[in-house]
């Protein structure tokens, strides 16, 4: 009997054991088709973590890198705490951890719209910046005051001289650009300014001549002797024709200038003969054959001539001795304000690159050498390989007169009148002179040499 009782109390035991090994199962059972019906909603497939498939930027690169590395940190600091308790992860917790990779990660958070939004709009200033970059304030200040003078942007890219070498094309898109762009036109407005004041003046100063203004300068003859308060009067009767910075000496200047190319109203230029090849007179005189001109000897002219001669090489040596004191000063002409003369300086020869400054008595002209050292070089100017070595010398006499002798083989031009080979001509204020087909305007210290003349008169006397 009491065989039996003990086994059916271990029956029972047992039978209770199964019966609560089965609860546990089917409690297990019951979260796991839970679960199961909970991850049917969600794809098992992994998904990327970006919700674009496209390459990334540099900026939205370096946002994901952030990102990352934040939800690392977050993750890893989640753990920590479990992995510190000191109790072993039960059997269901286990399984649930098993499980926990399955589970899809979160997609990582996308950039912000307004954070992409600043970086671009950081970045425009700095393209407008760069665009600018060869466009300087004075530039601009020099292109509108150009295309309100001509109204001609092609006449601006050949007439104004930039900071920079631009073409037509960069002029016109500069011009369009201050017109249409607001936010070019705004930075060039700020930055027009904050020029200088002197800085401004200077560029008004090289400002182009319009047409209004050419066609009232062209109706000073050419034959007159015009003054600056001619010009001053000039100025006075038509404010409202010229630009506001000009001065009677700028207006003298560019008179100046159309009289050298013939452009004045009482000026006329011969026309061009018909055909291909055009026949100048140095090309003619090229053509003629000396040895058929006949050569009337004069003894007493060429006696005349060798005296002449030897006096002014005698005067050439003590001119070489003082050189150190009187000298022809060469200078390049930077801009219409430069002073033409000073205390030392009897008169210019100005050309369109370079000036020279006679400063004494005498001045030879002509082509430098190795061999053959000369006062004026007019090799400076522009091509020379057509001046003889010796062209020519300029003088100035006691009375205050400038002569010029032609030394050379091609003639010397005064104001369109040829100057042969062994001729000389009496040379005036603003007399065009031109040495093939180099052009410069002679110019006359009248001050300096009005002190020439009244010396001279009281020396006569005595």
Same mark, same amino acid.
């Given at each position: 009997?009491?065989?039996?009782?003990?086994?059916?109390? !271990?029956?029972?035991?047992?039978?209770?054991?199964?019966?609560?090994?089965?609860?546990? #199962?089917?409690?297990?059972?019951?979260?796991?088709?839970?679960?199961?019906?909970?991850?049917?909603?969600?794809?098992?497939?992994?998904?990327?973590?970006?919700?674009?498939? *496209?390459?990334?930027?540099?900026?939205?690169?370096?946002?994901?890198?952030?990102?990352?590395?934040?939800?690392?940190?977050?993750? %890893?600091?989640?753990?920590?705490?479990?992995?510190?308790?000191?109790?072993?992860?039960?059997?269901?917790?286990?399984?649930?951890?098993?499980?926990?990779?399955?589970?899809?990660?979160?997609?990582?958070? /996308?950039?912000?719209?307004?954070? %992409?939004? *600043?970086?671009?709009?950081?970045?425009?200033?700095?393209?407008?910046?760069?665009?600018?970059?060869?466009?300087?304030?004075?530039? !601009?200040?020099?292109?509108?005051?150009?295309?309100?003078?001509?109204?001609?942007?092609?006449?601006?890219?050949?007439?104004?001289?930039?900071?920079?070498?631009?073409?037509?094309?960069?002029?016109?898109?500069?011009?369009?650009?201050?017109?249409?762009?607001?936010? $070019?036109?705004? =930075?060039?407005?700020?930055?027009?300014?904050?020029?200088?004041?002197?800085?401004?003046?200077?560029?008004?100063?090289?400002?182009?001549?319009?047409? /209004?203004?050419?066609?009232?300068?062209?109706?000073?003859?050419?034959?007159?002797?015009?003054?600056?308060?001619?010009?001053?009067?000039?100025?006075?009767?038509?404010?409202?024709?010229?630009?506001?910075?000009?001065?009677?000496?700028?207006?003298?200047?560019?008179?100046?200038?159309?009289?050298?190319?013939?452009? =004045? #109203?009482?000026?006329?230029?011969?026309?061009?003969?018909?055909?291909?090849?055009?026949?100048?007179?140095?090309?003619?005189?090229?053509?003629?054959?000396?040895?058929?001109?006949?050569?009337?000897?004069?003894?007493?002219?060429?006696? #005349?001539? %060798?005296?002449? !001669?030897?006096?002014?090489?005698?005067?050439?040596?003590?001119?070489?001795?003082?050189?150190?004191?009187?000298?022809?000063?060469?200078?390049?002409?930077?801009?219409? @304000?430069?002073?033409?003369? !000073?205390?030392?300086?009897?008169?210019?020869?100005?050309?369109?690159?370079?000036?020279?400054?006679?400063?004494?008595?005498?001045?030879?002209?002509?082509? /430098?050498?190795?061999?053959?050292?000369?006062?004026?070089?007019?090799?400076?100017?522009?091509?020379?390989?057509?001046?003889?070595?010796?062209?020519?010398?300029?003088?100035?006499?006691?009375?205050?007169?400038?002569?010029?002798?032609?030394?050379?083989?091609?003639?010397?031009?005064?104001?369109?009148?040829?100057?042969?080979?062994?001729?000389?001509?009496?040379? @005036?204020?603003?007399?065009?002179? #031109?040495?093939?087909?180099?052009?410069?305007?002679?110019?006359?210290?009248?001050?300096?040499?009005?002190? $020439?003349?009244?010396?001279?008169?009281?020396? %006569?006397?005595?």
């Amino acid at each position: 009997m009491e065989k039996d009782s003990q086994g059916l109390l !271990d029956s029972s035991l047992m039978a209770s054991g199964t019966a609560s090994r089965s609860e546990d #199962e089917e409690s297990l059972a019951g979260q796991k088709r839970a679960s199961s019906q909970a991850l049917g909603t969600i794809p098992k497939r992994r998904s990327s973590s970006r919700f674009i498939k *496209r390459k990334k930027f540099d900026d939205e690169l370096v946002e994901s890198s952030l990102a990352k590395s934040s939800t690392r940190a977050k993750g %890893t600091s989640g753990v920590e705490p479990g992995r510190c308790s000191g109790s072993e992860p039960s059997s269901s917790e286990k399984k649930k951890v098993s499980k926990a990779p399955s589970t899809p990660v979160p997609p990582s958070p /996308a950039p912000a719209p307004g954070l %992409t939004k *600043r970086v671009k709009k950081s970045k425009q200033p700095l393209q407008v910046t760069k665009d600018l970059g060869r466009w300087k304030p004075a530039d !601009d200040l020099l292109l509108i005051n150009a295309v309100l003078q001509t109204n001609d942007l092609t006449s601006v890219h050949l007439g104004v001289k930039f900071s920079c070498r631009f073409t037509l094309r960069e002029v016109q898109e500069r011009w369009y650009a201050l017109l249409y762009d607001p936010v $070019i036109s705004k =930075l060039a407005c700020q930055a027009m300014r904050q020029l200088h004041p002197e800085a401004i003046a200077a560029i008004q100063s090289k400002a182009l001549f319009s047409k /209004a203004e050419e066609q009232l300068l062209s109706k000073v003859g050419s034959t007159s002797q015009p003054t600056l308060e001619t010009f001053q009067d000039l100025l006075h009767r038509h404010p409202d024709a010229f630009y506001l910075a000009r001065t009677a000496k700028a207006l003298q200047a560019h008179w100046q200038l159309m009289k050298q190319y013939y452009l =004045l #109203e009482d000026q006329t230029v011969q026309p061009l003969p018909k055909g291909d090849q055009v026949l100048n007179f140095s090309d003619a005189e090229d053509l003629i054959d000396d040895s058929k001109l006949k050569d009337m000897r004069d003894e007493v002219l060429e006696h #005349e001539l %060798t005296v002449a !001669d030897r006096r002014q090489k005698r005067e050439i040596r003590q001119l070489e001795q003082e050189l150190h004191k009187w000298q022809v000063l060469v200078d390049s002409i930077t801009g219409m @304000s430069s002073p033409d003369f !000073d205390n030392q300086t009897l008169a210019v020869l100005r050309g369109r690159m370079v000036r020279y400054l006679m400063r004494s008595r005498e001045i030879t002209l002509g082509r /430098a050498t190795k061999d053959n050292q000369i006062d004026v070089d007019l090799s400076l100017e522009g091509p020379a390989w057509k001046i003889s070595r010796k062209q020519g010398v300029i003088k100035l006499k006691n009375n205050g007169d400038f002569f010029i002798a032609n030394e050379g083989r091609r003639p010397i031009y005064i104001d369109g009148r040829p100057v042969l080979c062994g001729s000389k001509w009496r040379l @005036s204020n603003n007399s065009v002179v #031109e040495i093939a087909s180099l052009r410069f305007v002679f110019l006359i210290n009248q001050d300096l040499i009005a002190l $020439i003349r009244a010396e001279a008169a009281k020396i %006569t006397p005595q």
